[in-house]
């Protein structure tokens, strides 16, 4: 309650994404360890609560006079602990993170505890009654079930933050891994995902026209400026629709309007036609996103295998089928 009464609130639209989203799509490459996500570890919502910062500022500490110095490499405080209620029985401990100390107390960094997620309660699963939102940043960051929050002048020494989610070459393997050799994730790269047609779809003769859907997001809070869409291979491309984001939830003061970061997926569509000559084959579709730092996702997927099957944002590939007309006369003459 002292949350919800002493502090302003804030609503913020941020998209959450796995660090092992499109998983799947390395075990292909060569096996890897985790959960064989597919396209779908990714969500976006409006969160409501309290700026890190103004809770920060609550407890004594003068966090512009940090940030400050944080920035001139004075400050002692480096990173922010959190601790979340969900324990682990075989590290016997609770699930841990920690963020870099200018992300949690920057202005435009939006960082919050939040107590609602759509304009109610967060539900359980998703971490009620309070998480930490940190827009921008992978989603094991993002501590559900938030218990305790801490300073630090270093990292958090927690299994998830030290044995887990962070990249490799693609030339390490768990008999050469050495974990403190790379950095834990934070930001994500920029990525895309086609999400209709599904993978496998069959499209009739007469479907000159299919409509490609997907989404699209880059983490730091940078928007996405192109999707392009093609399908032979990114020898020609179609450049996508982007869709424009619905805030009608949020008021006018809330910080996903008025901030500069972009912190929620942006949305896409384009109608590609189906000429005949690839009617009956396999069609292979596939999208690549453009950041607003012009970073572009990788053309191949091979270079960003590594052991834990995190940060594939390669391009995405699903393959589909067109029937053609002699397919239907078969399919009619067998019968």
């Not at 450049?239 to 997926?265: H, R, T």
Request: proline share 5%.
């Amino acid at each position: 309650n002292d949350l919800k009464t002493k502090f302003k609130k804030y609503n913020i639209c941020s998209t959450i994404q796995c660090a092992g989203n499109r998983r799947d799509e390395l075990s292909v490459v060569k096996k890897v360890k985790g959960l064989s996500w597919k396209n779908g570890a990714i969500s976006t919502s409006v969160w409501g609560g309290v700026k890190l910062r103004d809770v920060l500022e609550y407890c004594g500490y003068n966090v512009d006079e940090e940030y400050k110095n944080f920035n001139e490499q004075e400050s002692k405080i480096k990173h922010i602990h959190a601790i979340g209620l969900d324990g682990d029985k075989k590290t016997e401990t609770y699930y841990g993170a920690s963020i870099p100390f200018d992300k949690a107390v920057d202005p435009r960094g939006d960082v919050l505890i939040a107590y609602e997620m759509n304009g109610e309660d967060i539900p359980y699963d998703h971490g009620y009654p309070l998480r930490l939102i940190v827009p921008g940043t992978v989603g094991a960051r993002n501590v559900k079930w938030l218990n305790k929050l801490a300073t630090s002048d270093v990292e958090s020494d927690s299994h998830w933050q030290q044995y887990d989610y962070k990249g490799f070459s693609s030339a390490t393997n768990w008999e050469n891994l050495d974990w403190e050799s790379s950095p834990s994730i934070q930001e994500l790269p920029v990525t895309s995902s086609i999400c209709y047609p599904e993978p496998d779809q069959v499209f009739q003769n007469d479907d000159d026209e299919i409509t490609v859907k997907g989404y699209a997001w880059s983490g730091g809070g940078k928007s996405i400026v192109r999707v392009e869409v093609s399908i032979d291979n990114g020898e020609n491309w179609f450049i996508a629709n982007l869709l424009p984001k619905d805030y009608s939830s949020l008021q006018q003061n809330d910080v996903s309007i008025d901030n500069s970061k972009d912190w929620s997926w942006t949305l896409w569509e384009v109608p590609i036609p189906i000429p005949d000559h690839l009617k009956g084959k396999p069609l292979q579709i596939i999208s690549r996103a453009i950041d607003t730092s012009y970073n572009v996702q990788p053309d191949t997927i091979e270079p960003l295998w590594n052991i834990r099957g995190v940060l594939n944002n390669s391009w995405h590939r699903i393959n589909i089928t067109v029937n053609d007309e002699n397919f239907h006369d078969d399919e009619n003459n067998e019968e």
